[in-house]
């Protein structure tokens, strides 16, 4: 079960959590996004595959659906222990900058406009993307990631889903930098399902895999999540 606690470096977790995700081989990371007021989805979601996950990174626009989530798995212990341990999250530009968790007790946490953080040794830039003109390509969000000396850029806000590798020249040597956005688990644009995905993150290899899943629902209501292929390429907007 998660341990709601903030941590220094901002993640919701325990300490030995926090360290242990940065030094593992292989880790599984449930990529969230853009939420906006449905906290409904982001619990099924995590209740279907939260379990196999090692931590959750949420992109932004939806804090308080991420609040509501974690005071859920405080007083629900089933669903808490669903949770991944490790959650790390940053501002939309819908969100506010500080929030409140309230448990058994009141917990003030800080939301950070974007995050540098350690997966599976991987350096990975987690960003909302709006300060990056993401509605109109990569190009600046690539360059920041560069600067910073990021593996790994996720991001949201466009509310479409997609996965790119960019080729990148580091210390006189070829690289890559992955580049993805989850899309919109509730309110989805450019005639895309509502969509999550699940990265694999692995210390040895460059290529990291990352599976996308569509939201629909049955006849009951109820959401269903189906594999779909990764949507690919520069998305542009405008």
């Known amino acids: 079960m ?19 995700l940065q030094k593992i081989e292989f880790a599984k990371v449930l990529l969230l996004s853009d939420s906006h007021g449905n906290a409904r989805i982001m619990q099924e979601i995590i209740s279907a595959f939260g379990p196999e996950c090692n931590a959750i990174c ?23 222990a669903k949770i991944p341990p490790v959650v790390y999250f940053v501002r939309g530009n819908g969100d506010n900058s500080t929030s409140t968790i309230f448990t058994d007790q009141r917990i ?7 995050q540098e953080i350690t ?3 991987k350096k990975i830039f987690l960003t909302h993307g709006h300060r990056y ?11 920041e990631a560069i600067r910073r000396g990021m593996d790994i850029a996720w991001y949201g806000h466009t509310h479409v889903p997609n996965s790119l590798r960019s080729h990148v020249t580091r210390d006189g040597r070829n690289d890559f930098l992955g580049i993805s956005n989850p899309g919109s688990c509730a309110q989805a644009r450019g005639g895309m399902p509502n969509t999550f995905s699940i990265m694999d993150v692995h210390r040895k290899e460059d290529k990291n895999v ?24 520069e998305i542009k907007l405008f």
């Open 2 to 20: 998660i341990e709601i606690v903030q941590q220094k470096n901002l993640a919701i977790g325990s300490q030995k959590a926090v360290s242990a």
């Open 58 to 80: 949420f992109c932004g626009d939806g804090l308080l659906d991420l609040v509501e989530t974690l005071e859920l798995g405080f007083f629900d212990k089933d669903f808490g």
């Open 108 to 114: 003030p946490i800080v939301v950070p406009e974007f």
């Open 119 to 121: 997966i599976a040794g």
């Open 133 to 143: 003109n993401v509605y109109y390509g990569n190009k600046d969000l690539r360059a």
């Open 210 to 233: 990352c599976h996308y899943y569509r939201i629909t629902k049955d006849r009951n209501d109820e959401p269903v999540f189906t594999p779909m292929p990764t949507p690919r390429g």
